[in-house]
């Protein structure tokens, strides 16, 4: 089986055509604000302009002709509103011409699963670290379990909130990282893990209260390592409850060095092993989508014509009956 998946959750349009084996094609447009972070209306624009297109490109790369298409899959949540709504007219039109099936996907699982498909990890406790998402899960009882996540906000708007109060356009983790490189000085700064969640607004207000009184580079070093600090602790302990020994990284912030350091360290001091996709695989794409709805529409997943957006959607209310 082909299928086509449309991820545009927020800020990246990606559209990808997938089989059972392999990724046939891959395309991203991404939105990329004037100034600020991402307005939605702005997005969800810009993945309207642009998604009809982006659908013809990724056919013709994967050498397919439309109707070989089996299955059309789309981002159902969570996300921003404005932009899921896009999203789901486009599949749901691509669906209707050519009269084949359609199935929302849960953006997160679809990040954990294209993860395990591309590293080839079995059943890892999952660190999964986005704009707007912070969470440790881990597959069981037939749903990717949440044992620890974020109280506020994601770490990647955590690190975009920072970044814009030093005038770094978004997205400012990139940038971020390679002021943290240069740093050299670490910054008290707060350090909040609450049982197994943590919370990052009060970490970045106070690194913003110091920005006239300390270097740039230092206070973007202080919140990369006590922000990580924090993730990674919450981790060793999800892994240490569930005696596991897999760690699968995921997310865009995921492509940041010294977090992946950071998590390879603790793992091998646990006798476990860290997995990271591709890097292609990290930020949002239509890949995942893609397996991702082929992954539920051969466990049985049916074909609903009218599935409604979850701009809330949480990965631990999906049941996961193709593992």
Known sequence: ???LGIEGTAWNLSIGVVDENKVLSHVSTPYQPK????H????SQHHADNIANSIEIAIDKADLNPSEIDLISFSQGPGMGQCLRVVATAARTLSLSLNKPIIGVNHCIAHIEV???NTGCEDPVVLYVSGANSQVLAYRGNRYRVFGETLDIGIGNALDKFARKLDI???????IEKLAKKGNKLIKLPYTVKGMDFSFSGLITSAENQINKNKKTNLAYSIQETSFAMLTEVTERALAHLEKNEVLLCGGVAHNQRLTKMLE???NERDSKLYKPKPEFLSDNGAMIAHTGLKMYKAGVKHTPK???KPDYRPDSVEVNWR
């Open 1 to 3: 089986m082909k299928a």
């Open 115 to 117: 993860g395990r498909w």
């Open 307 to 309: 599935i409604k957006i």
């Open 35 to 38: 100034s600020g972070g991402i």
């Open 169 to 175: 356009p978004h997205p400012g983790g990139p940038e």
């Open 265 to 267: 360290t603790m793992a």
């Open 40 to 43: 939605p209306r702005e997005a």
